[in-house]
């Protein structure tokens, strides 16, 4: 599903260049739960960020479902967020003057859902993440757990076929991490989701089934889980 | 999606009460004062617009200076009504010409008497030949225009004064008394039209438009003139150019035979760069371009500037605080644009926002207009209307248009900016360190600010030559001292007189309010110099009050003062001789020579707008000087209780003239009408600065509130560092406060070089004072930093804990 070869990041600083990312190479197939570890600063999140397509790696190529997204053009770019990726953030990142519904909605409204399906699927989500009582409160009035379970319910909204995610439990206490790992796990093994995420818990890392780990850019270590 | 992005807008608007507010608010107000000038040039522009047969009618005008404030030569309206003759018998295209009287301005109407009612004043009544309505298209309600005016003695209602009169517009056979001075026997005029009143202004406008053959006459001696307007119908002239340029010629040709006639000299009179001149000008040209005064153009120029200014002011606060605010929304860009949005979709959701905020201005703006309409209508003196307006569907179509300018303008950018946050940048959380926008925000303030303290300084300067002109000497006193707009009649004044309180009753072609300028060229020591003349009774000047320089006044005890002897006043002293007095002068008529002695010499006396200089004049009492047709008699009283006296003499008046009303103006007054104009410019300018002031700071406050809020972290850290609330308020003054710094340094030379252009049209003026500049520099500081200070003090004494803990 996901094919780098030869990633390399670097940031030019008076003519220097700061290496992030160096000779990355992997193969994530579908259905893998893949969870990146390695000390702060060592290129996790922009490793992500390169398969999210939200950075353009400086060197290397990529492939995403066979077809080589190096240089995107963002129309192509965009058709891919809307139908094969979810993101999950640290920090949420909820749209503040939506309501939990509507935060839900939004991919399906930008993919065109029509609304009986629309309806339905939300109806679905609110029902599985147990939240159906506050569909119609706005972010703030969420705990940060519950609003962790709103980003994943958007992000699973447009039916993607890989999650990624950025420390989705980093501002949570550990047994709303637990819930969310578990959640996770659930997607993975019973829809078949593949889900990319950094995380600092050896724990947490646990609940997949690959471990990556990087240290200045280099992928150090690549483990099975389980 | 629209529904959603629509929700969004709405709420982010009350989460941000204050700023909406502020926002559209302050666009409201922008686009109130934009929409009124709009009004009103809309209105300017629809004079003569009432019929599309109007576009083949064109104004007469002759090059001469007769009647010029300055006794050049201009183009004028006012002709030698021979020239009407001249175009219908030389101009192929012309299909019908007409003489009307001239508008002078004068007297404010005629007396109407219908039957043995009382005698009712009617102003725009206007006298024709018989050609009027074969030149101007009126629709006639009663009777038709072929044949209304071929009789004479005849009078065209318009519709709306038949219904005044009489009620009714079937009024056909009906007969007015018209008496157009105090003891005109009175014209019996029959009805025979009424036309509709139609939807746009005229310059050629009339309540009533009589043939009482006055203006069919053509003086028989090619020495004796008689002055009207002269209109022609043509037959679809493609260029005008071709035909002035014949019209010149037959002219030329005319003047040439016609000077011979009258014993003068073509070539005398067409030098040192003097030519003959005639021609037509489209109607639509004509309240354009009136002679003389400013047009309505260089009038509103000043204020269609500033209420350009004002609606940029607003939009440049819309534009400072949606950027600002733009921080606020980033997160939703980023997700949004990996939820996977075009960047044109962002765009278009947040032009839809500012859309909706200029929406509700505009709502607001409309109901803003509606409130200060008749505020506005009488401080200008107009009827405009903005639901009623003839023009209503212009009117509607350039809102839109302006609508969608105001939304682009103030929109786009910030839709721009928003759309170009980088998703990982955003997510990450370090969108608000970029630099994005702040270089434009500071430069919109500065902008914002220039205009403000501009406005400041002018109006310090404005009020000062607006002191020095209430309280300049006029050279005349004006207190106690009434003008009845009537000409001189000896028995009358006799009468008057008798009044006890009443010290004088005299006669002057020239004093405020109604001045009559006559040049004529004297002959002093070989030297020919162009003089003003005035013509006086005996006890004009002490009746004025004017004060004596060297010599004497006029008095009954010279025999010689009603035949020879003239005063000057200062400025043809100035001309002629430091010591004039007892020297004399001559002047030249035809073949014959005359010689006049000069007796006085007195401070120039002011009676125009301080816009003029004072002309250099001759005062003559002549043997014609008490009868000659004024339209002045002014009446000196040595009593402050006017009101008492002025019963006396409206009832002599009444007595003696049983027809006619009598009209006067206390010349208190008439000084307070000159100023009048001046005062409404600068009411204006006053009430504009106010305006753009109070948009300018409150923009300010905002923009402080939100770079307060988006500093409460570094505002935090510092107080925990032990930063004094004191340093902090500081901190967050000093950045604003160096941009009004900035503002004022640019606009001292703005300021200057516009106030100063202002002031050059005025003859007489102050100084350019120093003070106002200093003024609005404080001002504008000391303001600024308060507005600052309140938010800044604000974010000091926020608790630091707080703010650390959801950074
Ligand atoms: N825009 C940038 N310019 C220069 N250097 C950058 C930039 N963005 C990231 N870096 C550098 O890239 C390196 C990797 O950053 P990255 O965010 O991927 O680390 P990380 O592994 O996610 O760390 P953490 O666990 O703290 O989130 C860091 O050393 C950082 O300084
Ligand atoms: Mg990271």
């Known amino acids: 599903m996901i094919q780098l070869n030869n990633i390399e990041k670097y940031y030019a600083n008076k003519g220097i260049k700061n290496y992030v990312l160096r000779l990355v190479t992997t193969t994530i197939k579908q259905g893998e739960f893949v969870s990146i570890m390695g000390p702060s600063g060592a290129g996790k999140s922009t490793l992500l960020n390169i398969i999210g397509m939200l950075e353009e790696p400086t060197y290397g190529s990529y492939e995403f479902l066979g077809e080589d997204v190096t240089s995107l053009n963002e129309r192509k770019r965009i058709e891919l967020y809307r139908n094969h990726i979810g993101f999950v953030f640290q920090a949420y990142h909820l749209i503040d003057e939506m309501t939990v519904y509507e935060n839900i909605e939004a991919p399906l409204l930008y993919k065109k859902v029509g609304s009986s399906e629309r309806a339905s699927r939300i109806a679905d989500l609110l029902d599985r993440f147990n939240i159906v009582a506050k569909k119609d409160l706005f972010p703030n009035q969420l705990s940060g757990g519950q609003q962790q379970l709103v980003g994943i319910a958007r992000a699973l909204a447009a039916q993607p076929s890989i999650i990624l995610a950025d420390e989705p439990t980093g501002n949570l206490q550990s047994a709303q991490a637990e819930e969310i790992m578990t959640l996770f796990k659930k997607l993975n093994q019973e829809d078949g989701i593949t889900i990319i995420q950094v995380t600092h818990s050896e724990k947490n890392a646990q609940y997949g089934n690959r471990i990556l780990h990087i240290a200045d850019g280099v992928v150090k270590e690549d483990v099975a889980v389980g | ?807």
């Open chain 2, 1 to 807: 999606m629209f529904k959603l992005n629509l929700k969004i807008a709405l709420r982010s608007l009350f989460k941000n009460k204050v700023y909406a507010a502020i926002n559209i608010g302050g666009l409201a107000i922008g686009l109130t004062a934009f929409i009124l000038m709009l009004l009103y040039v809309n209105h300017e522009e629809s004079y003569d617009t009432w019929s599309p047969q109007l576009k083949d009618v064109y104004q007469v005008r002759e090059k001469h200076s007769f009647f010029s404030p300055d006794n050049e030569d201009h183009w004028q309206e006012i002709n030698d009504s021979r020239m009407a003759n001249l175009v219908r018998e030389n101009i192929p295209q012309a299909l019908a010409v007409t003489r009307v009287t001239a508008d002078w301005g004068f007297s404010s109407g005629y007396s109407v008497k219908i039957a043995h009612a009382d005698p009712v004043m009617v102003t725009g009544m206007k006298d024709a030949d018989s050609s009027f309505f074969q030149v101007f298209p009126y629709e006639f309600l009663q009777g038709d225009s072929e044949s209304a005016l071929n009789a004479p003695k005849s009078v065209v209602l318009k519709e709306s004064l038949a219904r005044k009169l009489f009620g009714t517009e079937k009024v056909l056979g009906k007969t007015l008394k018209v008496l157009m001075w105090r003891n005109d026997p009175g014209t019996d005029l029959t009805i025979t039209g009424v036309v509709a009143d139609p939807v746009t202004p005229q310059s050629v406008g009339f309540n009533a438009l009589m043939r009482t053959g006055e203006e069919d006459k053509v003086p028989e001696s090619a020495g004796n003139f008689h002055y009207c307007q002269i209109y022609t119908k043509l037959n679809q002239v493609a260029d005008t150019g071709a035909l002035n340029q014949s019209l010149l010629k037959i002219y030329t040709d005319y003047q040439k035979k016609s000077l011979v006639q009258r014993k003068l000299q073509y070539n005398e009179i067409y030098k040192n760069g003097k030519t003959p001149g005639l021609k037509v000008i489209p109607l639509k040209d004509v309240h354009l371009n009136p002679p003389f005064k400013l047009s309505w153009v260089e009038k509103l120029r000043p204020v269609i500037g500033i209420s350009i200014f004002l609606l940029v002011v607003s939009i440049i606060n819309f534009v400072n605080l949606a950027t600002a605010q733009s921080v606020q929304r980033a997160k939703e860009v980023g997700v949004k644009k990996v939820l996977g949005v075009y960047k044109r979709e962002l765009i278009a959701q947040f032009l839809v926002e500012s859309a909706l905020q200029s929406m509700i201005s505009l709502f607001l703006c409309v109901v803003l207009i509606e409130v200060v309409l008749p505020t506005f209508n009488h401080h200008f003196n107009v009827q405009l209307s903005f639901w009623l307006n003839p023009q209503l569907k212009t009117m509607l179509i350039q809102l839109i248009g302006l609508f969608s300018v105001v939304t682009l303008l103030a929109g786009f950018y910030p839709s721009w900016v928003l759309s170009n946050y980088n998703p990982v940048a955003v997510l990450k959380g370090s969108y608000e360190s970029g630099l994005k926008g702040v270089v434009l925000r500071n430069g919109l303030v500065v902008f914002q600010f220039v205009i403000s303290i501009t406005f400041i300084i002018a109006i310090g300067i404005m009020h000062r030559q607006t002191q020095f002109m209430s309280n300049k000497d006029l050279g005349f006193e004006r207190g106690e001292l009434v003008n009845i707009k009537t000409n001189y009649d000896e028995s009358f004044a006799e009468k008057l007189r008798k009044i006890p309180g009443v010290q004088y009753v005299a006669t002057t072609t020239q004093v405020m309010g109604n001045a009559f300028n006559v040049p004529e060229e004297i002959i002093y020591k070989g030297k020919q110099l162009n003089m003003n003349t005035v013509t006086v009774s005996m006890d004009a000047l002490p009746s004025l009050g004017v004060r004596v320089l060297q010599g004497r006044l006029f008095a009954k005890t010279y025999k010689q003062d009603t035949i020879n002897t003239v005063i000057l006043n200062e400025a043809a002293a100035n001309l002629i001789d430091k010591k004039p007095v007892g020297k004399s002068y001559s002047i030249k008529d035809g073949d014959k020579s005359y010689v006049f002695q000069i007796v006085g010499v007195i401070k120039n006396y002011h009676n125009e707008g301080f816009d003029k200089a004072v002309l250099p004049t001759i005062y003559k009492v002549t043997h014609l000087g008490g009868t000659s047709s004024t339209n002045n008699l002014l009446l000196r009283l040595n009593t402050s209780n006017t009101g008492e006296i002025m019963k006396k003499v409206q009832s002599e008046w009444k007595q003696a003239y049983p027809d006619y009303p009598m009209e006067y103006k206390a010349m208190d007054d008439v000084f307070a009408d000159v100023l009048k104009e001046n005062n409404r410019f600068i009411n204006m300018i006053v009430l504009f600065s106010i305006l753009s002031v109070s948009l300018s700071l409150l923009g300010l406050f905002a923009l402080s509130t939100f770079v307060a809020k988006r500093r409460t972290k570094e505002v935090a850290v510092r107080k925990v560092l032990g930063a004094s609330n004191l340093q902090i308020i500081n901190l967050l003054n000093r950045s604003f406060l160096l941009l009004v710094l900035i503002a004022n340094l640019i606009s001292w030379p703005i300021a200057y070089i516009l106030v100063k252009k202002w002031l050059d049209g005025f003859a007489y003026r102050i100084d350019m004072p120093v003070y106002p500049f200093l003024i609005a520099t404080i001002v504008s500081l000391v303001v600024s930093a308060l507005t600052v200070s309140i938010q800044a003090r604000k974010a000091a004494n926020g608790d630091p804990v707080h703010a650390l803990k959801y950074e």
